[in-house]
C-alpha cells in the first residue's frame, strides 16, 4: 500500500519536471511546463499522435513519483506511473507517451 503524501514543494516538482524535459527533449519529445495560480505545477508532453499527456511528479511514502495521463482525462488511470529516481525514466514515459 503506498501513500499519497499531500502538498509537496512546489520548488521542487518544478526542479524535477524541468530536469524530465530536458531528458525528454533529448529523445526528441516536444514538452511545455505548465505553472498554475490554483494547481501543483504540470509537465506536457506532445505525443507522436500529437495528443497532449499531462505528467505530474508527487511525493509519496517512499519517493517522488512522475504520473501521467490524457489532456482530456479528468481522473489520473492507475497504472501510469513510474519512479522519478529510476534511471531511464525518459526512456519509460516516452515508451508509454507514443503508444498513447
Given at each position: 500500500?503506498?501513500?499519497?503524501?499531500?502538498?509537496?514543494d512546489p520548488?521542487?516538482?518544478?526542479?524535477?519536471?524541468?530536469?524530465?524535459s530536458g531528458?525528454?527533449k533529448e529523445?526528441g519529445?516536444?514538452?511545455?511546463?505548465?505553472?498554475?495560480?490554483?494547481g501543483?505545477?504540470v509537465?506536457e508532453?506532445l505525443?507522436a499522435?500529437r495528443a497532449?499527456?499531462?505528467?505530474?511528479?508527487i511525493?509519496?511514502a517512499?519517493?517522488?513519483?512522475?504520473i501521467?495521463r490524457?489532456?482530456?482525462?479528468r481522473?489520473?488511470?492507475?497504472g501510469q506511473?513510474?519512479?522519478?529516481?529510476?534511471?531511464n525514466v525518459?526512456?519509460?514515459?516516452?515508451?508509454a507517451?507514443?503508444?498513447?
Open positions: 500500500m503506498s501513500i499519497l503524501i499531500r502538498g509537496g520548488q521542487e516538482q518544478c526542479v524535477r519536471l524541468v530536469r524530465l531528458s525528454l529523445l519529445m516536444c514538452t511545455s511546463l505548465v505553472l498554475s495560480t490554483t501543483p505545477p509537465l508532453v505525443s499522435g497532449r499527456v499531462r505528467i505530474t511528479v511525493r509519496r517512499y519517493g517522488w513519483v512522475f501521467w490524457p489532456w482530456w482525462a481522473l489520473w488511470r492507475p506511473w513510474v519512479c522519478a529516481e529510476a534511471d525518459a526512456d519509460i514515459i516516452v515508451s507517451v507514443v503508444i498513447t
